[in-house]
C-alpha cells in the first residue's frame, strides 16, 4: 500500500490549506462553518482520510500474525506509523512509541502499570491546578488505592504556575510530578524542559500531558527529558480512537503489562505467561491499524507544513483573536496576556450570558462551532470562580476572517440578551 503524503517545498496559504480539508467547505443552518474548536477535536485533511481509505480497501488484515501478503503489508504499515511519529517527536527508537486510545488512556497506563509497582503510602505526587481531569482522575484514584498524597501547584491570577511553590514541593522529594504542556482552558504555555530539569533533580518521574501542545508546538521528547509524553491523535489532524505514549525505554522495560490478552505475549501457560518485547508488551489484542495508518498520515502533513510554521501561524491568529475579542463590550478574557505564553486557544465569558446559550447563538445564526462548559477541568473553574467558559481554538486551517465572525456573532448575542 502506497503512503498518502502531502509534500510541499513552499509555505502554503491558509486559503490553499483549508482546500485539503472536506467539511470546511460545509454549512451549517445556512451559513459557511466557522470551526473553532480544534482544541477539543480537529478537522481531518483528504490525506488522512484517503491513507485510511486506501488501507481498507487494499491491505486490510490482522496484524503481527498472518504470513499472507495483505497481513504483511498491513503490519508493514502499522509499524511505518509507528516509526513516523517516533521521528516526529524525536523519541531515539520506535519502540518507545506505544499505541493506545487516546491520552486519557496513555495516562491512565502509567498510572496503573508505573504507578502500581512504583507508587507507595505516603509518597508524594505533585500536580497542577490547571490540569484536565485525564491528568487528575488516575493520580486520585492511585492515591486513594496506594495511600499516596497529592499536592498541587497553584496558579497566579494571569493563569501561569507559580513556579515558586512549585520549587518548594519539589523539595520535599515527590516521586511523580505530571504536568500539562499546554492548558486546554486558559491556553497556558508551561516552562516545560525547566520543570522537568528540576523534578528530575529531586529525584521524580515526570509525566508530560501533551494533548494540546502536541499539535501545535515543535515537540522533542529528548531535549524535554520527561520520562513519559502522552497526546491523541484526533487532535493533531489525525483520526479518534488513537493516541501515543512515549516512554523512556528503561522504564518501560521494567513496567509490568496494562492489559492482558493477545499480541502482549511471549508465552502462555494455563498458570503463567512471559511478556512480548517492546511496544507490543503494552499493546494488547487487534490494534487501531487504520487509525494509525491515518495518525501516520496527519505527522507527514504536520511534517510538510513544519510545525515551526504551525506555531507562527497560531501565535498570528491568536494575537488578533485576543486584539478583536478586547473590542467586545462586557467580554472577559483568561490567561497569559503575552501571546508567546499562550497556544491558540482564548477562553472567555461575556457579560452574564450563559457560555451554553452564547454557543448555541454563534452555531444557530452565525454558523461559529465554539466549546462551551468546564472543558473537563472543574479545579480549574472552581480557581476562577466559574461553573463554565465560552473557548475558541485555532489551528492551521484558522483564518482571520472567522475571528471577525466570531465576534460578529458575540455582538448579535448582546443584542439579544439586551446586556
Not at 461559529?368 to 463554565?388: F, K, S
Amino acid at each position: 500500500m502506497q503512503d498518502v503524503v502531502e509534500v510541499h517545498r513552499e509555505p502554503r496559504s491558509v486559503e490553499e490549506i483549508r482546500r485539503d480539508f472536506p467539511i470546511l467547505s460545509r454549512q451549517v443552518h445556512g451559513k459557511p462553518l466557522v470551526y473553532l474548536d480544534s482544541a477539543a477535536s480537529s478537522q481531518k485533511p483528504l490525506a488522512v482520510i484517503e491513507a485510511m481509505n486506501a488501507y481498507y480497501r487494499s491491505s486490510h488484515a490482522n496484524v503481527h500474525r498472518g504470513v499472507y501478503e495483505i497481513s504483511e503489508e498491513a503490519t508493514e504499515a502499522l509499524e511505518r506509523a509507528r516509526t513516523k511519529v517516533a521521528r516526529f517527536i524525536n523519541a531515539r527508537q520506535s519502540k518507545q512509541i506505544i499505541f493506545t486510545r487516546n491520552t486519557t488512556e496513555s495516562i491512565n497506563l502509567v498510572a496503573y502499570s508505573w504507578g502500581w509497582a512504583n507508587i507507595k503510602a505516603g509518597d508524594l505526587i505533585v500536580l497542577t491546578t490547571m490540569e484536565h481531569h485525564s491528568n487528575l482522575v488516575p493520580w486520585q484514584l492511585l492515591a486513594q488505592r496506594s495511600g499516596a498524597r497529592l499536592e498541587f501547584v497553584p496558579l497566579t491570577p494571569e493563569g501561569l504556575l507559580q513556579l515558586d511553590v512549585y520549587a518548594r514541593l519539589l523539595e520535599q522529594e515527590p516521586k511523580l510530578v505530571a504536568f500539562t504542556q499546554m492548558s486546554n482552558v486558559l491556553g497556558t504555555i508551561n516552562p516545560v524542559k525547566e520543570m522537568v530539569a528540576q523534578a528530575h533533580a529531586a529525584g521524580a518521574v515526570v509525566l508530560v500531558d501533551a494533548a494540546q501542545s502536541a499539535p501545535h508546538l515543535p515537540l522533542d521528547v529528548q531535549e524535554l527529558d520527561a520520562d513519559f509524553v502522552c497526546f491523541s491523535g484526533h487532535k493533531m489532524l489525525g483520526p479518534t480512537g488513537i493516541g501515543v505514549l512515549y516512554g523512556k525505554r528503561e522504564l518501560l522495560e521494567a513496567m509490568p503489562p496494562f492489559l492482558g490478552g493477545g499480541d502482549m505475549i511471549r508465552s502462555v501457560s494455563l498458570r503463567s505467561s512471559t511478556w512480548n518485547d517492546l511496544p507490543w508488551k503494552f499493546e494488547a489484542g487487534t490494534p487501531a491499524i487504520a487509525e494509525a495508518v491515518g495518525l501516520g498520515a496527519a505527522v507527514d502533513y504536520l511534517s510538510a507544513l513544519g510545525m515551526d510554521w504551525v506555531r507562527q501561524h497560531e501565535r498570528s491568529i491568536t494575537a488578533y483573536a485576543l486584539e478583536r475579542l478586547q473590542t467586545v463590550p462586557q467580554l472577559r478574557i483568561y490567561g497569559p496576556v503575552a501571546e508567546e505564553q499562550r497556544g491558540g486557544v482564548v477562553s472567555f465569558s461575556l457579560a452574564d450570558i450563559h457560555p451554553h446559550d452564547l454557543a448555541s447563538i454563534l452555531d444557530q445564526e452565525f454558523g461559529v462551532a465554539i466549546r462551551a462548559g468546564h472543558h473537563c477541568a472543574q479545579p480549574l473553574m472552581e480557581h476562577l470562580g466559574l461553573v463554565a467558559t465560552a473557548r475558541a481554538s485555532f489551528y492551521v486551517y484558522t483564518l482571520p476572517e472567522e475571528i471577525d465572525v466570531l465576534v460578529q456573532g458575540l455582538r448579535r448575542a448582546l443584542e439579544i440578551f439586551q446586556v
